[in-house]
């Protein structure tokens, strides 16, 4: 075949077959425009930068050795996978990574044939890779199963509980651990090389079975003290000792940013046919675009940016991130209570609780991805006293669910959770949105729940939390900045189970519960301009039920509408019951709960999200208008720009 051109790999190259068609001779070339790419791409976009630059030679190698998407290439939480969508049919739409009616930032399955499965959330592969194999096996097929996991991800349990199962049933599975953080690997070089390319190759496993075989005809003693001699000596040379002790075949650590290395490797193991293998791969965030080498967190996750200087362009808005309200309320706190301390789950700086931990290094706890184990150890802190603010994404929090029924509910400790990245989130998109929180948490006796309107009742919240020992408690707040309103320097404690009335209105009564207090508030003026007068409050708390203020809003008006940011069968659902067990619905009042669409929602600008989930300003004003009876009206204020 003829060569391509320098200049024009990338373009030559539609999906892997077209990859594969290349000499081998052409892919350190080829795996450098692709890192170009890449930072042209994210540049536009913004999204996860660092990481996927570190697996561009992995990518590469991946994809040129297996037979993809016959052979099965499962990523870890996928915000390493854009080099693969640009391997694999999607680079014309990779400038619409993480927009409204474009790709996801993750792996999807509904969106291409090479994701065989979706992924967001961290720790996963190795599971639904063992999946994978073993449905390849009942059904009697051969293709190979390949599950990419960042070390990262090794801090949860669930990727031990894959191993060991993976390790019991000897199931043929290739598991490709990516050390990005050098918190695992011994250096690696050309000694190393050799070795995982010596211990992965056919004459050295077939020589290990034949030892095998011969052992099994000594005494028992002398057959496990030979096996053990054979695994320890290579354990000492290559490391990897505890993944033998899971039943894994391990070879490394390896270059991965070295195709000669790599190559040679993949292929071995792809033509290995017994038992599961580990590949151990080590690799630089952020490699090849020296502004991500430098950061401290290797533009982990970046906004888009200037692609010679790597300034990252800022938010015009000088309202603080209710993330950085958080921390700031957390720490005046603390400052008066030497009894508060904060955990997170390898989350600090999502969360806020970097600047905590300037502040109180030692009253600060990182327990990695590990969102069970941060849940039950924040319960061990509170059971001996201390006053723990567990801060974990609503959608993170999801995975620990168990935990917090069993180890925090059911035993009544006061463990605060501080629910970050509340409702739609944006450009992360439904696996990121936190839409459950209210339905999951409401429903656990002796649980307090708040919402935050904004950032001053964050603060309010936080004190509040804070004084609160009487059972576990959580606020929700969201992703983005505040409304803009002067804070105060530490919060003041609200009284349990009380809202408050924003607006006094007559006809229409709109009970709000989180941060759609404000378009509420835009509401009641389109409505005005109806001559309809509106009353706006603030729930404040979805357990408890501030009671009096819900049969005062029942009793003085014709329409009440609910209004929360979260899926149905959260707070709605609790007014609704208390409504009719109080007999407030048998007068005619009429009520419309307003929640999150029973759907996922894929990403886009939050704007354009909640407004396509009939929550925004003009649709809270329609919902009123239809449920009066005023179709007319409804339809002209929900066509409103």
């Given at each position: 075949?003829?060569?391509?051109?320098?200049?024009?790999?990338?373009?030559?190259?539609?999906?892997?077959?077209?990859?594969?068609?290349?000499?081998?001779?052409?892919?350190?070339?080829?795996?450098?425009?692709?890192?170009?790419?890449?930072?042209?791409?994210?540049?536009?976009?913004?999204?996860?930068?660092?990481?996927?630059?570190?697996?561009?030679?992995?990518?590469?190698?991946?994809?040129?050795?297996?037979?993809?998407?016959?052979?099965?290439?499962?990523?870890?939480?996928?915000?390493?996978?854009?080099?693969?969508?640009?391997?694999?049919?999607?680079?014309?739409?990779?400038?619409?990574?993480?927009?409204?009616?474009?790709?996801?930032?993750?792996?999807?399955?509904?969106?291409?044939?090479?994701?065989?499965?979706?992924?967001?959330?961290?720790?996963?592969?190795?599971?639904?890779?063992?999946?994978?194999?073993?449905?390849?096996?009942?059904?009697?097929?051969?293709?190979?199963?390949?599950?990419?996991?960042?070390?990262?991800?090794?801090?949860?349990?669930?990727?031990?509980?894959?191993?060991?199962?993976?390790?019991?049933?000897?199931?043929?599975?290739?598991?490709?651990?990516?050390?990005?953080?050098?918190?695992?690997?011994?250096?690696?070089?050309?000694?190393?090389?050799?070795?995982?390319?010596?211990?992965?190759?056919?004459?050295?496993?077939?020589?290990?079975?034949?030892?095998?075989?011969v052992a099994h005809h000594l005494p028992r003693p002398l057959e496990v003290?030979?096996?053990?001699?054979?695994?320890?000596?290579?354990?000492?040379?290559?490391?990897?000792?505890?993944?033998?002790?899971?039943?894994?075949?391990?070879?490394?650590?390896?270059?991965?940013?070295?195709?000669?290395?790599?190559?040679?490797?993949?292929?071995?193991?792809?033509?290995?046919?017994?038992?599961?293998?580990?590949?151990?791969?080590?690799?630089?965030?952020?490699?090849?675009?020296?502004?991500?080498?430098?950061?401290?967190?290797?533009?982990?996750?970046?906004?888009?940016?200037?692609?010679?200087?790597?300034?990252?362009?800022?938010?015009?808005?000088?309202?603080?991130?209710?993330?950085?309200?958080?921390?700031?309320?957390?720490?005046?706190?603390?400052?008066?209570?030497?009894?508060?301390?904060?955990?997170?789950?390898?989350?600090?700086?999502?969360?806020?609780?970097?600047?905590?931990?300037?502040?109180?290094?030692?009253?600060?706890?990182?327990?990695?991805?590990?969102?069970?184990?941060?849940?039950?150890?924040?319960?061990?802190?509170?059971?001996?006293?201390?006053?723990?603010?567990?801060?974990?994404?609503?959608?993170?929090?999801?995975?620990?669910?168990?935990?917090?029924?069993?180890?925090?509910?059911?035993?009544?400790?006061?463990?605060?959770?501080?629910?970050?990245?509340?409702?739609?989130?944006?450009?992360?998109?439904?696996?990121?949105?936190?839409?459950?929180?209210?339905?999951?948490?409401?429903?656990?006796?002796?649980?307090?729940?708040?919402?935050?309107?904004?950032?001053?009742?964050?603060?309010?919240?936080?004190?509040?939390?804070?004084?609160?020992?009487?059972?576990?408690?959580?606020?929700?707040?969201p992703r983005g900045e505040g409304v803009g309103l002067e804070r105060p320097?530490?919060?003041?404690?609200?009284?349990?189970?009380?809202?408050?009335?924003?607006?006094?209105?007559?006809?229409?009564?709109?009970?709000?519960?989180?941060?759609?207090?404000?378009?509420?508030?835009?509401?009641?003026?389109?409505?005005?301009?109806?001559?309809?007068?509106?009353?706006?409050?603030?729930?404040?708390?979805?357990?408890?039920?501030?009671?009096?203020?819900?049969?005062?809003?029942?009793?003085?008006?014709?329409?009440?509408?609910?209004?929360?940011?979260?899926?149905?069968?959260?707070?709605s659902a609790h007014v609704l019951q208390f409504l009719a067990w109080e007999?407030?619905?048998?007068?005619?009042?009429?009520?419309?709960?307003?929640?999150?669409?029973?759907?996922?929602?894929?990403?886009?600008?939050?704007?354009?999200?909640?407004?396509?989930?009939?929550?925004?300003?003009?649709?809270?004003?329609?919902?009123?208008?239809?449920?009066?009876?005023?179709?007319?009206?409804?339809?002209?204020?929900?066509?409103?720009?």
């Amino acid at each position: 075949m003829s060569l391509p051109s320098k200049a024009s790999l990338l373009d030559g190259v539609a999906s892997p077959a077209d990859l594969r068609a290349l000499p081998r001779t052409c892919l350190r070339d080829f795996a450098e425009e692709l890192r170009k790419e890449l930072i042209d791409v994210v540049s536009v976009t913004g999204g996860h930068l660092g990481s996927s630059l570190g697996v561009v030679e992995l990518t590469v190698a991946l994809h040129y050795v297996f037979d993809t998407p016959r052979d099965r290439l499962i990523w870890d939480v996928g915000h390493q996978a854009y080099p693969h969508k640009i391997l694999t049919g999607r680079r014309s739409r990779m400038r619409t990574l993480r927009q409204g009616g474009g790709l996801s930032g993750f792996t999807k399955r509904a969106e291409s044939e090479y994701d065989p499965f979706g992924a967001a959330h961290s720790s996963t592969s190795i599971s639904a890779g063992l999946g994978f194999a073993v449905a390849r096996d009942l059904k009697g097929d051969a293709h190979n199963v390949i599950s990419v996991i960042g070390d990262g991800s090794m801090s949860a349990g669930m990727a031990y509980e894959a191993m060991n199962n993976a390790g019991a049933a000897d199931a043929r599975l290739i598991v490709i651990l990516n050390d990005n953080d050098m918190s695992i690997a011994p250096p690696v070089g050309a000694l190393s090389a050799y070795l995982s390319r010596l211990v992965s190759s056919r004459p050295y496993r077939g020589f290990r079975r034949f030892g095998k075989r011969v052992a099994h005809h000594l005494p028992r003693p002398l057959e496990v003290g030979v096996r053990r001699v054979e695994e320890y000596a290579r354990g000492m040379v290559t490391g990897g000792t505890l993944f033998e002790e899971l039943g894994f075949y391990y070879v490394g650590p390896i270059d991965g940013h070295n195709l000669d290395h790599l190559i040679p490797v993949l292929e071995n193991v792809r033509d290995t046919r017994n038992g599961p293998i580990l590949v151990h791969v080590v690799t630089k965030k952020g490699k090849g675009y020296a502004p991500a080498e430098a950061s401290a967190d290797k533009y982990h996750g970046v906004t888009k940016f200037n692609v010679l200087t790597g300034e990252q362009k800022k938010s015009n808005s000088k309202a603080p991130s209710y993330t950085q309200v958080f921390a700031d309320a957390l720490i005046a706190e603390a400052k008066a209570d030497r009894r508060i301390v904060g955990v997170t789950a390898a989350m600090p700086s999502g969360t806020g609780l970097d600047h905590f931990q300037r502040e109180f290094p030692d009253r600060c706890f990182d327990v990695g991805i590990a969102e069970q184990h941060a849940v039950t150890f924040a319960a061990g802190l509170a059971a001996e006293g201390l006053k723990p603010f567990c801060a974990i994404y609503s959608t993170f929090l999801q995975r620990a669910y168990d935990q917090v029924v069993h180890d925090v509910a059911i035993q009544g400790l006061p463990v605060r959770f501080a629910m970050d990245r509340a409702g739609l989130v944006g450009a992360d998109g439904p696996t990121h949105a936190g839409s459950f929180d209210l339905a999951y948490l409401c429903t656990l006796p002796g649980f307090t729940v708040m919402a935050a309107a904004d950032e001053v009742e964050l603060m309010h919240m936080i004190a509040t939390m804070a004084r609160h020992d009487d059972g576990p408690s959580a606020v929700r707040y969201p992703r983005g900045e505040g409304v803009g309103l002067e804070r105060p320097f530490v919060g003041t404690p609200l009284e349990i189970g009380k809202g408050r009335v924003v607006r006094e209105g007559t006809s229409i009564a709109v009970l709000s519960l989180g941060t759609r207090l404000h378009p509420a508030l835009q509401a009641a003026d389109k409505l005005a301009a109806y001559g309809l007068s509106t009353t706006v409050a603030d729930a404040r708390f979805a357990k408890p039920l501030d009671r009096d203020l819900i049969r005062r809003l029942a009793r003085e008006h014709e329409l009440l509408l609910t209004v929360e940011e979260a899926a149905a069968g959260g707070f709605s659902a609790h007014v609704l019951q208390f409504l009719a067990w109080e007999g407030l619905l048998d007068g005619g009042l009429k009520v419309r709960p307003l929640t999150l669409p029973d759907r996922f929602q894929n990403q886009d600008s939050p704007e354009k999200m909640y407004a396509e989930a009939g929550l925004d300003a003009n649709s809270i004003a329609a919902a009123a208008l239809s449920a009066l009876g005023r179709s007319d009206d409804a339809a002209a204020v929900g066509q409103i720009a």
